[in-house]
């Protein structure tokens, strides 16, 4: 029993010495207690109690830290001294308590675990859940913008409240114009968030243009769709005069928009029909050719025997609206004046016909029986349009150009022209002089006019006065022509 008293205060006395203890140390004599029996089981009872109590080692150490754990550490007499449980986040309240909120500052206030403010980046949007739950999508956090982005890291994106407006000028505002009372919305377009102008549905709408509106108008709808102040640009043709049909079965009217506003259609109506073809520069048949086999009238001149030629019932006059080209034989219209030979030829045979020769304008004009005027033997001097003819029937005697077949009289105007020949043939006693196809010298080239003009008296009047000619290029305000043909029109 002694031996094993020795054994364990031997080891008990290591235990402290390695422990930082100091303690008294003595020695055995001679190996042996001096200890009777009962101090030695004395000694032992309460080192075998002490040992039971405490087998994690002595409950101080002179000089080692305390900690806090309800002891005293350090052998100071004190426990736990140096932990504040009000305030320390490490033990709140109690030892070992830590306060820990995620991603937040964690307090302790009052011996109670209080959250702090979050740590950068980090936003508490959940009164529920303990620290801070949310991270900020853009960090440092900036004023929200139009963009499908929390910027300011308030949990709530482009709430209009906080968003910055538009940029100036986004959006198109003309007067005048679908686009007048636009204003600018943050929405979603085809997958990107951002300002966009709210236009109406007439505006010509395109995604991948910044301000919303297409480059040029799509429609043709009588709508500014570009709101650029100009409607239907797209079609320049719009409001342009337009035609139906041909010639005389032209009817017309304005280029507008079609139904399905993709293009422009006339609006004119639907052509009427077409008429006989005269000689007037349109196309009165409406078959496409103008004044096809219609150059006017032609009345028939035999001399009584086999020989017959046809002649124009008329002067010549232009075709209506023509300045030049081929001669028309109509009633009613202004005589080819200032015309030369050469041009008097050339629009006989534009016409298909040629220039009368002046036997073949003679008997034309006074007939089988040679009279002297194209209406009879004696000259009335008002029944051809000649010196002695007042147009106005006034006082003063005037002299002027007369359209074709004009009836003629001051005293009593018949109902139609007195000035007409056996064969039909008007105005050949004069109005004009006219030129034919007889040539009267080579060098110069000259050819014989006839029949009188609105400046003449009797004598130059008759179907037989020849005392006129001139040179292929010679013209005058008085001077016309007509056109014989040798074959039936």
Not at 53 to 62: A, H, K, T, V, Y
Not at 175 to 195: D, F
Not at 357 to 384: H, I, M, R
Request: proline fraction near 6%; hydrophobic fraction near 30%; aromatic fraction near 8%.
């Amino acid at each position: 029993m002694k031996r094993l008293v020795r054994e364990f205060l031997s080891r008990f006395f290591l235990v402290v010495l390695f422990s930082g203890c100091e303690i008294e140390t003595f020695e055995m004599p001679g190996g042996e207690s001096d200890l009777s029996d009962a101090e030695t089981a004395s000694r032992e009872e309460d080192a075998a109690v002490a040992f039971e109590r405490d087998d994690s080692g002595p409950e101080c150490i002179l000089g080692s830290l305390e900690r806090c754990n309800q002891r005293d550490d350090n052998c100071d007499g004190l426990t736990d001294e140096g932990f504040d449980l009000s305030s320390d986040p490490r033990h709140c309240g109690k030892c070992d308590n830590g306060c820990r909120f995620e991603n937040a500052e964690s307090l302790c206030e009052q011996g109670e675990c209080r959250q702090g403010s979050c740590f950068p980046g980090f936003a508490d949007l959940s009164a529920e859940t303990p620290g801070c739950e949310y991270r900020c999508p853009v960090f440092p956090p900036q004023g929200e913008q139009c963009n499908g982005i929390d910027d300011d890291c308030d949990g709530k994106v482009d709430e209009p409240e906080d968003l910055a407006g538009p940029r100036a000028g986004l959006c198109k505002v003309t007067e005048g114009t679908p686009c007048e009372n636009t204003v600018a919305i943050c929405t979603s377009r085809e997958g990107t968030t951002t300002w966009y102008c709210d236009y109406p549905e007439e505006v010509d709408f395109d995604p991948t243009v910044p301000n919303g509106i297409a480059g040029e108008e799509s429609r043709c709808d009588g709508v500014d769709e570009d709101c650029d102040g100009v409607v239907d640009e797209t079609y320049p043709m719009i409001g342009v005069a337009c035609t139906l049909g041909i010639g005389a079965c032209t009817s017309r009217g304005v280029f507008v928009c079609n139904e399905t506003m993709d293009d422009v259609v006339c609006d004119a109506s639907e052509p009427i029909s077409g008429s006989s073809e005269v000689c007037n520069g349109v196309d009165d048949d409406c078959d496409g050719e103008i004044d096809e086999d219609g150059f006017g009238e032609m009345v028939e001149v035999s001399d009584g025997e086999e020989d017959s030629f046809w002649i124009d019932r008329y002067e010549a006059s232009r075709p209506k609206g023509q300045s030049n080209g081929y001669a028309c034989s109509v009633a009613g219209a202004m005589p080819w004046v200032n015309v030369s030979w050469l041009e008097a030829s050339a629009a006989c045979e534009a016409a298909s016909k040629r220039l009368c020769t002046e036997q073949e304008w003679e008997l034309a004009c006074a007939g089988l029986a040679g009279n002297p005027y194209p209406y009879g033997e004696s000259f009335d001097p008002e029944a051809c349009n000649g010196v002695t003819y007042d147009p106005d029937c006034k006082d003063e005697d005037d002299d002027a150009l007369q359209p074709t077949a004009t009836a003629c009289g001051c005293s009593a105007p018949p109902s139609e022209s007195l000035c007409v020949s056996d064969f039909g043939a008007y105005d050949m006693s004069g109005n004009v002089k006219e030129w034919t196809g007889t040539l009267v010298s080579e060098d110069p080239e000259t050819y014989r006019i006839r029949g009188g003009s609105l400046y003449e008296d009797a004598p130059g009047l008759t179907c037989q006065f020849d005392f006129l000619l001139g040179e292929v290029d010679f013209f005058f305000d008085n001077l016309g022509f007509r056109c014989c043909s040798d074959e039936e029109p």
